[in-house]
């Protein structure tokens, strides 16, 4: 069956160079449903919209859910429970891509290209392989009749999907059928555990359940298609081999290739090519009942651990699993399949992936931990209760929370991209990434910066990536230039290079000690000296050309790069007092002292912050409204940083962006707003969505992108800089998002703001519209939307530095009844408070790992605290408060460490 479909992307084109004002095509009015509203915050309310879909509509068809583990390649989950998008077999190393055969990739061209559809899409080396695989479940009645079904929309006529990043759940009814099936489908996933998170493997987790009134004999079967070598078909390369093993309560289908003794003359053998490697299909908890066949889609009961077939390359070898067992009324009974793949050969040299030095391999990361396939399912199975019970708790922690299942959702969906084509993990250590599938190579630090997913949960892969590539590979050891591409391109780019020393605090926060700061700190302090060159009058603000990812450089001072580099400074001010450097400390807090005046002085308009280039022949945002314009301030807080820009000029600006970029209509808007050219659109008709760059005074954006109608026949090279503005891209809205929701208050216009900005996304990614789990930019599974994940924090108020024993939490959505997960440097689980006249009662629950922890942050919602009381699992601590400008400071008299399972409690009272 193939029917599933991925997002489609409309690409428009503007002919017309009238220019009217902002302030006639967005409304102030937003037009926001109150029901709406009221579910932005209110978790179970009608409208907190999870990511749902059944065969009561279409919302089935979009569904592809990632469920490999990280940097292991690409496969979907369908929302009927089918393995899809088999894009394991080999790595991709230029990002050139043929129309029709690519998911929604952009071409170097600029247009986006037909997506695969899973019913009779066409797929291509770019994209994996088409492979038959499937579940069958047979069912036999007490009076012999036997009813046999795919485990899919054919098989069942009632499917319901719910996707839990990174589990799928499926449901599986039908009303002539006396049985139902429940599946789990994930890889395993534990934050703060890479290794366990990254392996080549999916789950498939059924538990069939009689719900007739007759014991029921059944047998669940699964199949494999060997694709081994899946882009080859010349039998005289060699052929394929499937074997059938058992080893204790594990059996496996282990689908190999053979390569002939000699390839054909001017040809290289099949250990040379693509797909190199091997597959598998296992079944754990095998033992009596079980079934398989080597070659043969229906298993042969009993198993035969001898069992091998071979057929030629251009024969389709399929072999099968299944496993037999009887069910009483009411009796529920649970078969776990894996599927497995091992092809962690880059075949290729040359591209963007040959980037080691000479003999190095460039190979995925899961090369040296396994032998084939049946070795990965091996480890699975061995370890199973540990890693599916692993990932089976973490999910359970994130959703048992009083936040909005939509936002809960919605912020964890994009860390599937580290699930994606998107992202490697190569076996030298080095963590890789495009910026999307396929699109701009080099882990890009313009692009990167903004994700924020990947440090508080898989903090070791940000780790390694500063100090291979950021301030290994890339990096000038004579200037201090971070080259924004890695070694691809050793230029710099203003904002990635601030951005990675901003990162560079961010990373050390999330590590118990200062080791890691101790090891990258030269390079740390010469990347920001390189900042420091590039504001010669030190005054805080830069006006020489600044290279950004809007893939410009732009002269002439802003708030945008000018706050991100004063972030920078912050962040190196504080590092330098935790490495005892008090004379860099003082000079990084100076210029960024002096920055948070003199940005505001030059560029902040009584209203937001603009831009001021002293040549107006280039591309610039002018007097435009810039959803970027106070994005320094934004990471600062997300990472307890001191303010870069003042309190109340940011508002100004947060509620500037909400007013004049936030568009009811995000494509009627680009569509009428024609003095921008070759824009894409993120957004279909009556869409929301919140635009990059707005002109509140009607006539900016001619002078932003001037010499429009002389341009407009040269679209593939106008597209880009200029036509970026008038589009809605979804790791931009969700920087802007979380900064409005931090900057607020607890039942604040700005936190409804920053919310609403996010449920736009949500609600434009609904799985009957698109696929919910691939939020695209440049390029399908985007990184910069895991800046999603800050959302999720700033409506926790979170803040923490391990290092120093520091946690905070300010709740910005139910103070008075808050629950939701947290990530640390050491383990993870659970923070809840309530507040009533009693005073403030808080618990941090560890669930995995442990916490250290010396200070507690707590906002008591008003009310000055006098006397706190603090246990750990019942045993009394010595600890005291004081009040600073609203926030109770917790200290402890000695640091403590809750342990897995343990519960630290503290009470305020008034």
Same mark, same amino acid.
């Given at each position: 069956?193939?029917?599933?479909?991925?997002?489609?992307?409309?690409?428009?084109?503007?002919?017309?160079?009238?220019?009217?004002?902002?302030?006639?095509?967005?409304?102030?009015?937003?037009?926001?449903?109150?029901?709406?509203?009221?579910?932005?915050?209110?978790?179970?309310?009608?409208?907190?919209?999870?990511?749902?879909?059944?065969?009561?509509?279409?919302?089935?068809?979009?569904?592809?859910?990632?469920?490999?583990?990280?940097?292991?390649?690409?496969?979907?989950?369908?929302?009927?429970?089918?393995?899809?998008?088999?894009?394991?077999?080999?790595?991709?190393?230029?990002?050139?891509?043929?129309?029709?055969?690519?998911?929604?990739?952009?071409?170097?061209?600029?247009?986006?290209?037909?997506?695969?559809?899973?019913?009779?899409?066409?797929?291509?080396?770019?994209?994996?392989?088409?492979?038959?695989?499937?579940?069958?479940?047979?069912?036999?009645?007490?009076?012999?009749?036997?009813?046999?079904?795919?485990?899919?929309?054919?098989?069942?006529?009632?499917?319901?999907?719910?996707?839990?990043?990174?589990?799928?759940?499926?449901?599986?009814?039908?009303?002539?059928?006396?049985?139902?099936?429940?599946?789990?489908?994930?890889?395993?996933?534990?934050?703060?555990?890479?290794?366990?998170?990254?392996?080549?493997?999916?789950?498939?987790?059924?538990?069939?359940?009689?719900?007739?009134?007759?014991?029921?004999?059944?047998?669940?079967?699964?199949?494999?298609?060997?694709?081994?070598?899946?882009?080859?078909?010349?039998?005289?390369?060699?052929?394929?081999?499937?074997?059938?093993?058992?080893?204790?309560?594990?059996?496996?289908?282990?689908?190999?290739?053979?390569?002939?003794?000699?390839?054909?003359?001017?040809?290289?053998?099949?250990?040379?090519?693509?797909?190199?490697?091997?597959?598998?299909?296992?079944?754990?908890?095998?033992?009596?009942?079980?079934?398989?066949?080597?070659?043969?889609?229906?298993?042969?009961?009993?198993?035969?651990?001898?069992?091998?077939?071979?057929?030629?390359?251009?024969?389709?070898?399929?072999?099968?699993?299944?496993?037999?067992?009887?069910?009483?009324?009411?009796?529920?009974?649970?078969?776990?399949?894996?599927?497995?793949?091992?092809?962690?050969?880059?075949?290729?040299?040359?591209?963007?992936?040959?980037?080691?030095?000479?003999?190095?391999?460039?190979?995925?990361?899961?090369?040296?931990?396994?032998?084939?396939?049946?070795?990965?399912?091996?480890?699975?199975?061995?370890?199973?209760?540990?890693?599916?019970?692993?990932?089976?708790?973490?999910?359970?922690?994130?959703?048992?929370?009083?936040?909005?299942?939509?936002?809960?959702?919605?912020?964890?969906?994009?860390?599937?991209?580290?699930?994606?084509?998107?992202?490697?993990?190569?076996?030298?250590?080095?963590?890789?990434?495009?910026?999307?599938?396929?699109?701009?190579?080099?882990?890009?630090?313009?692009?990167?910066?903004?994700?924020?997913?990947?440090?508080?949960?898989?903090?070791?892969?940000?780790?390694?990536?500063?100090?291979?590539?950021?301030?290994?590979?890339?990096?000038?050891?004579?200037?201090?230039?971070?080259?924004?591409?890695?070694?691809?391109?050793?230029?710099?780019?203003?904002?990635?290079?601030?951005?990675?020393?901003?990162?560079?605090?961010?990373?050390?926060?999330?590590?118990?000690?200062?080791?890691?700061?101790?090891?990258?700190?030269?390079?740390?302090?010469?990347?920001?000296?390189?900042?420091?060159?590039?504001?010669?009058?030190?005054?805080?603000?830069?006006?020489?050309?600044?290279?950004?990812?809007?893939?410009?450089?732009?002269?002439?001072?802003?708030?945008?790069?000018?706050?991100?580099? *004063?972030?920078?400074?912050?962040?190196?001010?504080?590092?330098?007092?935790?490495?005892?450097?008090?004379?860099?400390?003082?000079? *990084?807090?100076?210029?960024?002292?002096?920055?948070?005046?003199?940005?505001?002085?030059?560029?902040?308009?009584?209203?937001?912050?603009?831009?001021?280039?002293?040549?107006?022949?280039?591309?610039?945002?002018?007097?435009?409204?810039?959803?970027?314009?106070?994005?320094?301030?934004?990471?600062?807080?997300?990472?307890?940083?001191?303010?870069?820009?003042?309190?109340?000029?940011?508002?100004?600006?947060?509620?500037?962006?909400?007013?004049?970029?936030?568009?009811?209509?995000?494509?009627?808007?680009?569509?009428?707003?024609?003095?921008?050219?070759?824009?894409?659109?993120?957004?279909?008709?009556?869409?929301?969505?919140?635009?990059?760059?707005?002109?509140?005074?009607?006539?900016?954006?001619?002078?932003?992108?001037?010499?429009?109608?002389?341009?407009?026949?040269?679209?593939?090279?106008?597209?880009?800089?200029?036509?970026?503005?008038?589009?809605?891209?979804?790791?931009?809205?969700?920087?802007?998002?979380?900064?409005?929701?931090?900057?607020?208050?607890?039942?604040?216009?700005?936190?409804?703001?920053?919310?609403?900005?996010?449920?736009?996304?949500?609600?434009?990614?609904?799985?009957?519209?698109?696929?919910?789990?691939?939020?695209?930019?440049?390029?399908?599974?985007?990184?910069?939307?895991?800046?999603?994940?800050?959302?999720?924090?700033?409506?926790?108020?979170?803040?923490?530095?391990?290092?120093?024993?520091?946690?905070?939490?300010?709740?910005?959505?139910?103070?008075?009844?808050?629950?939701?997960?947290?990530?640390?440097?050491?383990?993870?689980?659970?923070?809840?408070?309530?507040?009533?006249?009693?005073?403030?009662?808080?618990?941090?629950?560890?669930?995995?790992?442990?916490?250290?922890?010396?200070?507690?942050?707590?906002?008591?919602?008003?009310?000055?605290?006098?006397?706190?009381?603090?246990?750990?699992?019942?045993?009394?601590?010595?600890?005291?408060?004081?009040?600073?400008?609203?926030?109770?400071?917790?200290?402890?008299?000695?640091?403590?460490?809750?342990?897995?399972?343990?519960?630290?409690?503290?009470?305020?009272?008034?």
């Amino acid at each position: 069956m193939r029917i599933r479909r991925t997002n489609i992307l409309v690409l428009s084109l503007i002919f017309s160079v009238v220019c009217i004002g902002a302030e006639l095509l967005i409304p102030e009015d937003k037009q926001l449903d109150p029901a709406w509203v009221q579910s932005l915050t209110e978790r179970g309310h009608p409208q907190d919209a999870a990511i749902r879909a059944s065969t009561k509509g279409a919302s089935l068809d979009y569904i592809g859910m990632p469920v490999g583990g990280i940097g292991c390649g690409q496969l979907y989950l369908s929302g009927d429970g089918q393995l899809w998008l088999w894009d394991i077999f080999k790595s991709n190393y230029t990002r050139e891509s043929v129309k029709g055969l690519k998911l929604s990739i952009m071409t170097m061209g600029g247009h986006y290209s037909e997506p695969v559809q899973s019913e009779g899409g066409v797929y291509s080396d770019r994209n994996g392989a088409e492979v038959d695989q499937g579940f069958v479940l047979q069912v036999t009645t007490a009076d012999g009749k036997v009813d046999s079904r795919p485990l899919n929309r054919h098989g069942f006529s009632s499917i319901d999907f719910r996707g839990e990043y990174p589990i799928g759940r499926i449901s599986y009814a039908d009303a002539a059928s006396p049985v139902t099936v429940e599946l789990e489908a994930f890889s395993p996933f534990i934050p703060l555990s890479a290794k366990d998170s990254a392996l080549p493997a999916t789950v498939m987790d059924f538990t069939v359940e009689n719900r007739g009134k007759e014991p029921l004999q059944l047998s669940l079967q699964g199949y494999l298609q060997n694709a081994v070598n899946p882009y080859d078909n010349d039998p005289m390369l060699g052929s394929r081999k499937n074997t059938l093993m058992q080893q204790n309560v594990i059996a496996t289908l282990l689908s190999t290739s053979i390569p002939a003794d000699a390839a054909p003359e001017g040809q290289t053998g099949l250990e040379q090519r693509h797909g190199w490697g091997s597959m598998a299909l296992s079944l754990l908890g095998a033992s009596d009942g079980l079934g398989g066949s080597a070659d043969a889609a229906v298993p042969v009961f009993p198993f035969k651990n001898s069992s091998s077939a071979v057929m030629a390359l251009d024969k389709k070898l399929i072999g099968s699993l299944g496993q037999q067992f009887s069910l009483e009324p009411g009796a529920r009974e649970t078969v776990t399949f894996i599927v497995s793949w091992y092809f962690p050969l880059h075949q290729e040299r040359g591209g963007f992936l040959n980037t080691m030095a000479e003999g190095d391999t460039v190979n995925r990361h899961y090369k040296p931990w396994f032998a084939d396939a049946a070795d990965v399912a091996r480890y699975v199975g061995r370890d199973f209760e540990r890693l599916a019970g692993g990932t089976r708790r973490w999910n359970k922690t994130w959703y048992d929370s009083t936040l909005p299942v939509w936002l809960l959702d919605r912020a964890v969906v994009p860390v599937d991209t580290l699930a994606t084509q998107t992202f490697y993990w190569f076996d030298n250590g080095r963590p890789w990434g495009w910026e999307g599938v396929d699109s701009c190579e080099g882990t890009c630090t313009h692009v990167w910066s903004y994700a924020q997913a990947m440090s508080r949960l898989f903090p070791e892969l940000e780790r390694r990536l500063r100090e291979i590539t950021d301030y290994g590979i890339a990096f000038d050891e004579t200037t201090g230039l971070i080259g924004y591409r890695g070694d691809h391109i050793k230029k710099v780019a203003i904002d990635g290079q601030a951005g990675t020393i901003i990162r560079t605090w961010r990373e050390h926060t999330m590590t118990p000690d200062n080791e890691f700061l101790e090891r990258v700190w030269p390079q740390t302090k010469k990347a920001i000296e390189f900042l420091i060159t590039q504001d010669p009058d030190q005054d805080g603000v830069l006006e020489g050309s600044q290279a950004h990812t809007l893939d410009a450089s732009w002269s002439g001072p802003m708030g945008w790069l000018s706050s991100v580099y *004063c972030g920078a400074l912050r962040a190196g001010e504080q590092m330098a007092l935790v490495m005892g450097d008090d004379a860099f400390a003082y000079t *990084c807090g100076r210029i960024a002292d002096s920055g948070y005046e003199a940005i505001v002085e030059k560029v902040y308009n009584g209203e937001y912050f603009i831009h001021l280039p002293p040549n107006k022949n280039q591309i610039n945002t002018s007097d435009g409204s810039h959803i970027d314009q106070v994005l320094g301030q934004s990471w600062a807080v997300q990472t307890g940083l001191p303010r870069v820009l003042p309190k109340e000029e940011t508002v100004s600006a947060l509620n500037a962006l909400w007013k004049y970029n936030v568009s009811p209509d995000a494509e009627g808007y680009a569509v009428k707003h024609t003095a921008i050219k070759g824009h894409r659109v993120y957004a279909a008709k009556g869409e929301a969505g919140m635009l990059m760059t707005t002109w509140p005074t009607g006539n900016g954006a001619e002078t932003a992108v001037p010499g429009m109608a002389e341009r407009v026949e040269d679209f593939e090279t106008w597209l880009g800089p200029g036509g970026y503005f008038d589009e809605c891209m979804t790791g931009f809205e969700y920087q802007a998002a979380a900064h409005m929701v931090y900057e607020g208050e607890p039942g604040s216009e700005l936190v409804k703001y920053g919310l609403a900005v996010a449920r736009n996304i949500h609600d434009r990614y609904a799985p009957e519209k698109r696929n919910p789990f691939n939020e695209i930019e440049c390029g399908d599974h985007y990184a910069r939307a895991m800046a999603g994940y800050g959302v999720f924090l700033a409506a926790c108020g979170f803040e923490y530095n391990g290092p120093q024993g520091e946690i905070a939490f300010a709740p910005r959505i139910s103070p008075a009844n808050f629950r939701a997960p947290f990530t640390a440097a050491e383990g993870w689980g659970t923070f809840s408070q309530t507040i009533d006249e009693k005073g403030l009662q808080a618990k941090l629950h560890v669930k995995w790992g442990a916490l250290a922890v010396q200070t507690i942050r707590l906002n008591p919602d008003g009310m000055d605290a006098k006397s706190v009381t603090v246990t750990l699992n019942g045993k009394l601590l010595d600890a005291a408060v004081k009040m600073n400008q609203g926030t109770a400071v917790i200290q402890l008299n000695a640091p403590v460490r809750i342990l897995e399972h343990q519960e630290l409690c503290v009470v305020l009272a008034p």
